[in-house]
Nanobody, 124 residues
Framework: QVQLVESGGGLVQAGGSLRLSCTASGRTFSTYAMGWFRQAPGLEREFVGTIWSGGITDYADSVKGRFTISRDNAKNTVYLQMNSLKPEDTAVYYC??????????????????WGQGTQVTVSS
């Protein structure tokens, strides 16, 4: 069993930055792909990006060039650095863990463990 705890959300002005963290319990963190998803009110959950154990990343087109995912396997932590934030980035952000291959990376149902979410609000 893996438990995920996100932190770092908050209120920021458009153009600003935030860094989210997601810390996992358990010894097998390094073997999991770690995904970030978000959900805005009234909308479906949306893929943000994924990082695999070797550090390879993939991002949604909407965040590419602005968001960066990294991981520190020694700390069982994955990060989402968000720069040049826009009001449309406002959402609850979730981290997720699973044994996920590249073709399935954007499917939330492929991830086995989820955090509780952290709110990110970007004001215009």
């Amino acid at each position: 069993q893996v438990q995920l705890v996100e932190s770092g959300g908050g209120l920021v002005q458009a153009g600003g930055s935030l860094r989210l963290s997601c810390t996992a319990s358990g010894r097998t963190f390094s073997t999991y792909a770690m995904g970030w998803f978000r959900q805005a009110p009234g909308l479906e959950r949306e893929f943000v990006g994924t990082i695999w154990s070797g550090g390879i990343t993939d991002y949604a087109d909407s965040v590419k060039g602005r968001f960066t995912i990294s991981r520190d396997n020694a700390k069982n932590t994955v990060y989402l650095q968000m720069n040049s934030l826009k009001p449309e980035d406002t959402a609850v952000y979730y981290c997720a863990a699973g044994v996920v291959g590249f073709p399935s990376r954007r499917r939330g149902d492929r991830y086995d463990y989820w955090g509780q979410g952290t709110q990110v609000t970007v004001s215009s």
